[in-house]
């Protein structure tokens, strides 16, 4: 069973960055999609950024344009790199993926907290 550990969480001032990693404990070209997610207190978890194998990556409106998802095949990671955070950035961040054979695993998530 492959596992998604994430990293790189913390507190930051309102306008500060942070680089959160999701390492894989196996190949993540056997995904063939990746995510992050995030859900504040007493929300639903939502959709922060997404790419496919094939290269197409999307974004939550709120995010774009400050945050953005990349991945190091070689060592097995996905990042996402957030820039300009404002409070309203607040949640437990969630790396998630697809599997080609359609197992859907989630990393245990790590906390962001934006405040000054």
Do not use: H
Not at 21 to 48: D, H
Not at 71 to 95: I, S, W
Request: net charge positive.
């Amino acid at each position: 069973q492959v596992q998604l550990v994430e990293s790189g969480g913390g507190l930051v001032q309102p306008g500060g960055s942070l680089r959160l990693s999701c390492a894989a404990s196996r190949s993540i070209s056997t995904f063939y999609t990746m995510a992050w997610y995030r859900q504040a207190p007493g929300k639903e978890r939502e959709l922060v950024a997404r790419f496919t194998i094939g290269g197409t990556t999307s974004y939550a409106d709120s995010v774009k344009g400050r945050f953005t998802i990349s991945r190091d095949n070689a060592k097995n990671t996905v990042y996402l790199q957030m820039g300009g955070l404002k409070p309203e950035d607040t949640a437990v961040y969630y790396c998630n993926g697809d599997q080609y054979t359609r197992n859907n695993v989630w990393g245990q998530g790590t906390q962001v907290t934006v405040s000054s």
